[in-house]
């Protein structure tokens, strides 16, 4: 057995000191590190030392004692001299029974899943890692770090209230890994290029980025030739992605993406991780062994009936076993690594439904994971947006368990895009996205932001391409064009793809903008995605998620070609940022603020809302509270322009001004808040497909800027 396991991977070494199951992970203590995994079922493990992370063979191989070293399922060794920066991973022995849900295989190097950093060889392969035999030379492996050396020089995590919250998703490297984002090379695409760019970031006005997948994921977990860009795809709930770091070491990964915090928090901006914790990298039973299924199979994934294979709500091939005691653990101490260690300030869960499911994937009405989550002390006051669905079925929007969890309401998106598009039975459905969906969460008494209201996100269409494509185009990722969603509620305005027709072009325009007035008007919390705000495009690409070039990449040159658009969305967000928000202060809920507001709907004639099927227009006039402001809304989504009649100001002398008509060309569609245009008698004709905002009252003032003609 000895000289067997020599051949294989190296030199026992023999008496290991006992070392502690807790903490899990490796650890620094004085005069060395304590390693801790979790395996119920394993017969024997081995840790492995490397000096470099190509190497084939370890530098040392510790066997932990299933005896000595083994407290409950919890292995554990304390390993003299070891310091951050050393390279290790296990190997686990057990038998590969897949009808009992076990997987070991001893020929694999695995990692360590709470390690806090990973190395990645220049020649990783996932295929090794899938195929029989040793996969050493050609893995990923865990770096031990110290937390505690990084100076944050008194940065902590900002807690901005939600109502004051607006969100930018956007993707890290594709965020400056285009050549116009004029970057150093070295710098394109990396945590490093992210920090350069933050002066745009803060002249847009945003208040928190919303980071795809950063924790480090399989970027080959993807069709041949092509990459996984998007990141959903884990291999580690700790560690920062190496690849966005300018740096050429794990340390170095790990400190430039806390330098990236940091810089962001001096600029005022939030950072939001999007955590996937429904799904690994290891995929189906044939996917590649790489960490938890060398460990523990049935305990970190959901398992069928047949125990040979996975449940697969996700759509990825496994599901992660949420609601077990080691796996819950694992995931609340991962959120708490985020924020107490690397100081980021909220979560957005990717398939969040999926933690309410238990080990035979029924749903539960009370979740543990869920509610250990919410009521984490260290967690409290942190930011928690849910994605309540997911791909078996399961749609919780609405009803999302917890008290204080913000959810993505995909129904804002598709009835604001079908508003604008001139569907039947849309304008109820307009109405209700407004208010903050109370048809949706009014009977929850929660406060008025907790929809997340997004028109466009990383997945699916973006902005440009909602109003430029009516069907999808993803024929480059391989797939023959079967995957992404084909329900896009998009439509082209006239013309499939690009043109230079200025007509099509001038009303797309004005549907960009439509669209992100509804969603910086609307009752919730805003959020757009990178690139929308200047019209980037994927060329008609709903589905991006293994396009690492151009396709999904920030073009900055769209800086100048739509400055109009980016200038209509800085002026929208100043606005938005300058509102009141007595109601979060007060803890008042969405439908306690409906029942206060002063608002009233109209038609194109006053009071005379018009909720038939067949219309496309309505009005709302309402006063902002607080503020000393009225606003009448009037959204025109009807292919002719119409004539609306306007509520009369004050006493009868005031006039209203006109703040925004996105049926005027710029720069008239929208002005300075203080600066709105008189509006003379007693209607206004609103254009086709337009939005127009007038406001008036003591704390609006006039400018001198001629009112413009269409």
Same mark, same amino acid.
């Not at 997004?454 to 973006?462: M, Q």
């Not at 043109?499 to 757009?528: C, H, W, Y």
């Not at 029942?595 to 709907?601: I, L, M, P, V």
């Not at 006053?606 to 309505?618: M, T």
């Given at each position: ?12 070494? $023999? ?15 004085? &005069? #060395? ?25 370890? $530098?040392?191989? !510790? ?28 190997? *686990? ?7 009992? +849900? ?63 919250? !607006? ?9 400056? *890994? ?11 695409? /990396? ?14 006005? !945003? ?31 700790? %560690? ?29 901006? =939030? ?15 044939? #996917?590649? /062994? ?24 996700? #759509? ?39 933690? *309410? ?20 002390? *260290?967690?409290?006051? /942190?930011?928690?947006?849910? =994605? ?18 913000? =959810? ?38 929660? =406060? ?21 494509? %009516? ?50 008007? $609307? ?76 608002? /009233?709907?109209? &038609? ?45 100001? &004050?006493? +009868? ?16 569609? !929208? ?9 003379? &008698? ?29």
């Amino acid at each position: 057995m000895s000289s067997a396991r020599e051949g294989l991977i190296g030199k026992p070494v $023999s008496a290991p000191a006992i070392g502690r199951s807790f903490p899990i992970g490796a650890t620094l203590v004085t &005069g #060395g590190a304590n390693f801790s995994v979790f395996s119920r079922s394993a017969g024997s493990i081995e840790l492995l030392l490397f000096d470099r992370v190509e190497d084939a063979r370890p $530098s040392r191989v !510790i066997p932990i004692d299933p005896l000595a070293n083994r407290t409950y399922h919890y292995w554990h060794v304390f390993v003299p001299g070891v310091q951050a920066g050393q390279i290790y991973g296990f190997r *686990a022995h057990g038998p590969f029974d897949p009808d009992r +849900g076990l997987r070991f295989d001893p020929s694999k190097l695995l990692l360590d899943p709470y390690g806090r950093a990973v190395a990645v060889p220049t020649n990783y392969s996932r295929e090794a890692a899938r195929r029989k035999g040793d996969n050493t030379a050609t893995a990923m492996k865990s770096v031990v770090t110290d937390p505690h050396a990084y100076d944050w020089e008194g940065d902590m995590p900002l807690k901005r209230p939600w109502s004051r919250t !607006i969100i930018y998703e956007m993707h890290v490297r594709g965020f400056t *890994a285009h050549a116009s984002s004029g970057l150093a090379e070295s710098k394109r695409g /990396t945590y490093a290029g992210l920090v350069e760019k933050i002066p745009y970031l803060k002249q847009l006005g !945003i208040t928190a980025v919303e980071l795809l997948p950063v924790f480090q994921f399989d970027p080959q977990d993807a069709p041949a030739g092509r990459t996984n860009y998007w990141g959903y795809s884990p291999v580690s709930f700790f %560690a920062p992605h190496q690849a966005y770091s300018s740096r050429q070491d794990a340390l170095g990964a790990l400190d430039e993406f806390r330098d990236t915090v940091k810089a962001l928090h001096r600029a005022g901006i =939030e950072v939001i991780l999007d955590v996937v914790f429904n799904h690994t990298a290891e995929n189906a039973h044939d #996917g590649p /062994t790489q960490c938890f299924r060398g460990l523990d199979n049935p305990t970190y994934y959901l398992l069928c009936e047949d125990r040979s294979r996975y449940a697969n709500f996700t #759509g990825t091939g496994n599901t992660l076993n949420a609601n077990h005691p080691a796996v819950r653990r694992m995931i609340v101490d991962s959120l708490r690594y985020w924020v107490s260690e690397m100081h980021v300030d909220g979560f957005r869960f990717d398939l969040a439904s999926i933690l *309410a499911r238990d080990s035979s994937g029924a749903v539960m009405a009370n979740p543990p994971v869920l509610w250990d989550i919410e009521s984490d002390p *260290a967690l409290a006051g /942190t930011k928690m947006i849910a =994605e309540a669905w997911d791909a078996g079925g399961l749609y919780q929007v609405g009803s999302f368990v917890g008290d204080s969890w913000k =959810e993505w309401n995909d129904r804002f998106r598709d009835d604001v895009r079908d508003f604008f598009r001139g569907s039947t039975n849309s304008v109820c459905r307009m109405a209700d996205r407004l208010l903050g969906s109370p048809s949706i969460y009014g009977q929850r008494e929660r =406060e008025a932001e907790e929809s997340v209201n997004f028109v466009a996100c990383h997945d699916g269409f973006t902005l440009n391409d909602v109003v430029t494509y %009516a069907r999808k185009d993803n024929q480059q990722n391989g797939e023959e064009n079967r995957d992404g969603r084909d329900d896009n509620r998009s439509w082209n305005c006239g013309f499939e793809g690009p043109t230079d027709d200025p007509v099509i072009e001038r009303l797309r325009n004005q549907q960009v903008k439509n669209f992100f007035i509804a969603t910086m008007l $609307s009752a919730g919390v805003p959020m757009f995605v990178m690139g929308d705000e200047v019209r980037r495009t994927q060329r008609g690409n709903n589905n991006a998620y293994c396009q690492d070039n151009e396709t999904s990449w920030l073009d900055w040159k769209l800086l100048s070609e739509h400055a109009d658009v980016l200038r209509f969305v800085k002026l929208l967000i100043e606005r938005r940022a300058m509102r009141d928000v007595e109601h979060e202060r007060r803890r008042v809920s969405l439908s306690q603020v409906l029942r206060d507001a002063k608002y /009233t709907w109209h &038609g194109v004639k006053l009071g005379q809302p018009d909720w038939s099927p067949v219309s496309h227009s309505l009005a709302i006039g309402a006063e902002l509270k607080g503020e000393g402001v009225l606003l009448y809304v009037i959204l025109n989504a009807y292919w002719e322009a119409l004539e609306f009649e306007l509520p009369a100001v &004050g006493n +009868g002398t005031e006039k209203w001004r006109r703040w925004i008509d996105t049926a005027l060309d710029p720069p008239h569609e !929208i002005c300075e808040w203080n600066k709105a245009v008189p509006v003379p &008698g007693g209607t206004y004709c609103a254009g086709a497909r337009s939005v127009v905002v007038l406001i008036a009252g003591e704390e609006v003032s006039g400018c001198t800027a001629p009112l413009s003609t269409r």
